[in-house]
C-alpha cells in the first residue's frame, strides 16, 4: 500500500479501488460538486468518494509494481512475468474490446444484469461518464473481491462508445487529443482535426449540459477526469483551425463555434484566454469574408477590454494590405486610423503602434 501523503493524482489510490488517485479518494478532501455535476446518482457523495473495499484491480497491482513511489515494487526485469499473468486472469480494456457486443452483454447477463442498446441509451442519458454510469447502477451487482469485479466498469466503457459513438464519454477526451497530436507529428492535418473534433464534441457537450456554470467552474470540475488542461489544448486546436482556415472555409466556421461557445462562457474579464476567445471569434469572421459582423465583435471587444493593445491591433491587420487575407477588405487609411485609436488607448504601447503606423506609411 502506498501511504497517502507519496501518492500523485496520477498514481493507483491506495485505497485499493484499482482507479487513479485523483479520480478515487482525492475527493475526500474537496467538495462533490464536481463528481456530482458528471450525473444523477443516489448517493450524495461523489461515488468515488463512497466507502469501498474494492480489492486491488489488474490496473492497480500493474500501476503500483511499476510505480517508482512504491518501496515493494518487483525489479523491472520481471516485468515479463507479472505483466502476462495480469492480462490472462483479469480483465483488461482490451479483452473486452475484442469482444463482440453480443459476447459482453451475454456476459452481463451472467452476472445479473440484462441490458440493451434502447434501455442502455436511456440509463446513460444524465451522464457524460462510463465510470459513473456503471457505479450507479452496476457498482453492487458482484462482489468486489470477484474475478469479474472490474468486468461492469469496462463493459459500460465499450457498450457506450458502439452504442452512444456521437457522446463522446469524458474518459476517452485525452485519447482523442494524444491520437491528434501523433497525426499532426506525421502531418496527418485532416485526421488531427477529425479527432480534435471529436474530443471537443465531448467536453462541449458536457458543458452545455451545466449552463449555470462558468467556464473556470467547468474547467476545475472536469480534471477529475480527463488530464489535459482546456485552454492549453484549445491553444493548439486554435492553431491548427487558423491555419487551414483559409484553404478549407469548414474549419473556419468550427473555429468561430468552438470560440463563440468559450467567449460566451468565460467570466474573467481581464482573462488573457477571454481575450484570445474573442479575437479568434473576430478573425474567423474576416476569414469567412463577414467583414461587418467581424468589425461589431472587434467593437464589442474593444468596449469590453478598452485597454488592450492586441484588439486594435489585430483589428487593423484585418485592413492592411500585408495582412488582409482577402483583396477586397484593402483599406490602408482604415488600418491607420484603428492604430491610432490603439495609440490613444493604449499610450504604453506607443513603440508598437508606432512602428505599425510607420510601416502603412502613416504618422503617429
Not at 49 to 74: C, G, V, Y
Not at 86 to 92: A, E, R
Not at 310 to 331: C, F, G, R
Request: glycine share 4%; proline share 5%.
Amino acid at each position: 500500500m502506498v501511504s497517502a501523503h507519496a501518492v500523485g493524482r496520477n498514481d493507483p489510490c491506495p485505497c485499493g479501488s484499482g482507479k487513479k488517485y485523483k479520480k478515487c479518494c482525492i475527493d475526500k478532501a474537496k467538495s462533490p460538486d464536481a463528481a456530482r455535476a458528471m450525473g444523477t446518482s443516489s448517493d450524495s457523495r461523489s461515488p468515488a468518494a463512497r466507502p469501498s473495499a474494492r480489492r486491488p484491480s489488474a490496473t492497480q497491482i500493474l500501476s503500483a509494481a511499476e510505480s517508482k513511489r512504491a518501496p515493494n515494487a518487483p525489479h523491472p526485469k520481471l516485468r515479463h512475468v507479472y505483466r502476462p499473468l495480469l492480462d490472462l486472469f483479469l480483465w483488461t480494456p482490451g479483452k473486452l474490446e475484442a469482444m463482440t457486443t453480443e459476447a459482453i452483454v451475454e456476459k452481463m447477463a451472467d452476472l445479473g444484469a440484462t441490458v440493451d442498446e434502447d434501455q442502455f441509451r436511456q440509463m446513460a442519458q444524465p451522464f457524460h461518464s462510463s465510470y459513473l454510469l456503471s457505479e450507479e447502477f452496476w457498482r453492487d451487482l458482484i462482489s468486489d473481491e470477484h474475478e469479474d469485479a472490474d468486468f461492469p466498469y469496462l463493459a459500460a466503457s465499450v457498450l457506450w462508445d458502439r452504442w452512444l459513438p456521437d457522446r463522446v464519454r469524458l474518459e476517452r477526451i485525452d485519447d482523442l487529443i494524444s491520437q491528434g497530436r501523433e497525426a499532426l507529428e506525421s502531418d496527418l492535418r485532416g485526421r488531427a482535426f477529425r479527432l480534435w473534433a471529436e474530443a471537443w464534441r465531448g467536453w462541449r457537450d458536457w458543458m452545455e449540459a451545466q449552463p449555470e456554470r462558468v467556464l473556470s467552474e467547468l474547467n476545475d470540475a472536469v480534471q477529475e477526469w480527463v488530464d489535459e488542461r482546456l485552454e492549453s489544448w484549445v491553444e493548439e486546436f486554435d492553431e491548427l483551425l487558423e491555419s487551414g482556415s483559409l484553404r478549407n472555409p469548414r474549419w473556419a466556421e468550427y473555429r468561430l463555434e468552438m470560440m463563440q461557445f468559450l467567449y460566451g462562457r468565460s467570466d474573467d474579464p481581464h482573462d488573457f484566454e477571454t481575450i484570445s476567445y474573442g479575437l479568434a471569434c473576430a478573425d474567423s469572421l474576416f476569414a469567412l469574408r463577414r467583414a461587418v459582423d467581424g468589425d461589431a465583435m472587434y467593437a464589442a471587444l474593444a468596449e469590453r477590454f478598452a485597454h488592450d493593445e492586441m484588439i486594435y491591433y489585430s483589428w487593423a491587420n484585418q485592413y492592411s494590405h500585408d495582412y488582409t487575407l482577402h483583396p477586397e477588405n484593402v483599406d490602408d487609411e482604415r488600418a491607420r486610423s484603428l492604430l491610432r485609436r490603439g495609440l490613444e488607448a493604449c499610450p504604453d504601447e506607443r513603440d508598437l503602434f508606432a512602428g505599425r503606423l510607420n510601416a502603412l506609411g502613416g504618422s503617429s
